[in-house]
């Protein structure tokens, strides 16, 4: 029996994002996607580095332990990202979630750090055989909420792990048998937030080929909105026989999709020990034959898949074309055409003109509907240093801007959020009507009221008379007890609670700079409901007393400890 692995990789930068900070690698041996985070502090940086750095596995190495190999590339990796933040501190606060397999043959090492997913298909069963390092994924694990209600938590995308460069990381490892006839799915969240486990299992299930397979997968991410950056890697593991005459139609050369494509990792391109191979050829260069896989941009929704999709079943597929293929692959070239008598000129001018009348016509009318589509669409985003909600969709077409303010709120300024929410202002937060958008814009309001209120607080504590402790406006001060004819050395207090706020969570897909990430052996104390803030920034130990807010409730506190600090 011999096994090979057959596979394709597509990346978009789907509907809302400007650029593309997804990363794909696809080799005879690795097969990686790395979804960078930081936005303006460039995510794309993080993941086209990463892969460059962890590319040199898709070479052979006989003998190899799989573990030892991908723990030390890991590590590697996020060295290298901490050395450029040290170069420039400009990038400080990017970073990349990195999930990776190591073929050997007969068994698949798998290396996992954040939120990008592995799923196996077996036996028509698909099944998700990494865990996500989010912080909703923590509560799912304590009972706290269900799988269910993660789906639409507010905080699922806050990260407990991820490569930025900052202390040791400690991904998870495993090792995984293999078997002829398992589909491997290898994907940034953009495609697995968007589309229901269901419609994976039945789309891996039903197409032939792991071209068709990726382009229908993009597609559905983008019919459910595309709000992120789409990458896949599809793997089949084939046993092909000696007299199978067909395997020499598949490709092994490399495949790179996404950032790594457009933006070359350095690390790689300087690495001479690997650049002239066909993994080093292609992390150097940042391109591969990633067109007949799936292009970064302007999928075809009739697309049928390329040419390498139309064979007949090697040895190992099920014979026939799976349930729900549309049919075998046409033979291009094989019909007989009776040639038509020439049309006279005249007629031929008319017909011209009557098909350029109508095509005028439908594409006027395509986007007169379609620029009303758009204006039935919301989001919230920054206007100047405030909150606004938009209509319309965040693009511009032809230099025409396909958005404007709906509503300002210029009570809501950006300098009183928390850094995670700027940053998500500051991206824009989609939203499914105008009364979800007034909601989001209600939640932001609070928060920005309690961060004022902190602020106005610590304001007037660093101007207080010596012997007083602040209060917030509205509130009694703490005075000594002799200026209020008491006895000496009491205090008479305003009467306030004061309470240790719960930790934050330590790394979110916008780091703020200088934010230290927790270790992995760190553990953060879960809040006491499901909506709770987010732990601390040092996961280690719980954050020092409030004792400078005093007029607070608890869940005020825990709100107040993620403000801006002065």
């Not at 026939?320 to 007629?347: H, I, L, Q, V």
Request: proline residues 8%.
């Amino acid at each position: 029996m011999t096994l090979v692995l057959r596979f394709a990789a597509g990346s978009h930068k789907g509907l809302i994002r400007e650029g593309n900070e997804d990363s794909g690698y696809a080799g005879p041996r690795l097969l990686a996607v790395a979804d960078g985070m930081g936005g303006a502090a460039a995510g794309e940086v993080a993941s086209s580095e990463v892969l460059g750095s962890i590319v040199r596995l898709d070479e052979d190495v006989p003998g190899a332990d799989l573990l030892t190999l991908l723990g030390d590339a890991v590590q590697g990796a996020n060295d290298r990202l901490r050395q450029m933040v040290e170069e420039d501190p400009q990038l400080e606060g990017m970073g990349c979630t990195l999930t990776a397999m190591l073929w050997t043959g007969q068994r698949m090492g798998l290396v996992h750090v954040g939120d990008s997913r592995a799923y196996l298909l077996r036996d028509g069963a698909l099944v998700q055989i990494t865990q996500d390092h989010t912080w909703v994924q923590r509560l799912v694990d304590e009972g706290r909420i269900t799988p269910e209600e993660a789906e639409t938590h507010p905080q699922r995308s806050l990260l407990m792990r991820a490569l930025d460069g900052r202390g040791q990381v400690e991904p998870d490892l495993s090792i995984r048998e293999v078997r002829a006839g398992d589909r491997y799915l290898i994907c940034s969240d953009g495609l697995s937030g968007p589309v229901s486990h269901q419609t994976l299992q039945d789309t891996l299930g039903s197409y032939y080929s792991p071209e068709q397979t990726v382009q229908e997968l993009i597609q559905l991410a983008l019919r459910g909105g595309g709000p992120d950056n789409i990458t896949c890697i599809v793997a089949d593991v084939l046993d092909v026989g000696a007299t199978d005459t067909l395997s020499g139609q598949f490709s092994d050369v490399p495949v790179v999709v996404g950032a790594v494509a457009e933006t070359p990792p350095s690390s790689a391109a300087a690495d001479r020990s690997i650049r002239d191979t066909p993994a080093g050829r292609a992390a150097g260069l940042g391109r591969g034959p990633q067109g007949a896989f799936g292009p970064a941009a302007g999928y075809d929704p009739g697309y049928p898949g390329d040419g390498q999709g139309g064979f007949g079943p090697a040895e190992g597929y099920p014979e026939g074309y799976p349930e729900g293929y549309a049919g075998e692959p046409a033979a291009y070239g094989a019909e007989d055409f009776d040639e038509e008598p020439r049309p006279k000129r005249k007629n031929r001018a008319l017909a011209f003109s009557l098909v350029g009348l109508v095509t005028l016509g439908l594409l006027g009318a395509g986007g007169f509907f379609g620029y009303q589509w758009t204006q039935s669409q919301y989001y919230v985003g920054a206007d100047g240093d405030h909150v606004a909600v938009y209509q319309g969709v965040h693009q511009s077409l032809a230099g025409l801007n396909l958005s404007s303010v709906h509503t300002p709120y210029k009570d809501i300024e950006l300098k009183f959020l928390p850094q995670d929410q700027r940053t998500h202002v500051a991206n824009t937060i989609s939203a499914s009507s105008l009364g979800d958008a007034g909601d989001k814009v209600k939640k932001l309001g609070e928060q920005a009221a309690l961060c004022r209120k902190v602020a106005d607080a610590r304001t007037a504590a660093a101007n207080t008379v010596p012997g007083t402790v602040p209060a917030l406006p509205g509130t009694a001060p703490t005075v000594p007890a002799s200026a209020a004819g008491g006895p000496a050395g009491t205090t008479l207090q305003a009467g306030f609670v004061t309470a240790t706020a719960p930790p934050s969570p330590s790394t979110t897909r916008a780091p703020a700079a200088g934010v230290p990430s927790p270790t992995p052996t760190q553990s953060s104390p879960a809040p006491a409901t499901p909506s709770a803030a987010a732990p601390s920034q040092s996961a280690a130990a719980p954050a020092a007393p409030q004792n400078d807010l005093p007029g607070l409730s608890d869940e005020e506190r825990q709100r107040a400890d993620s403000c801006p600090k002065p």
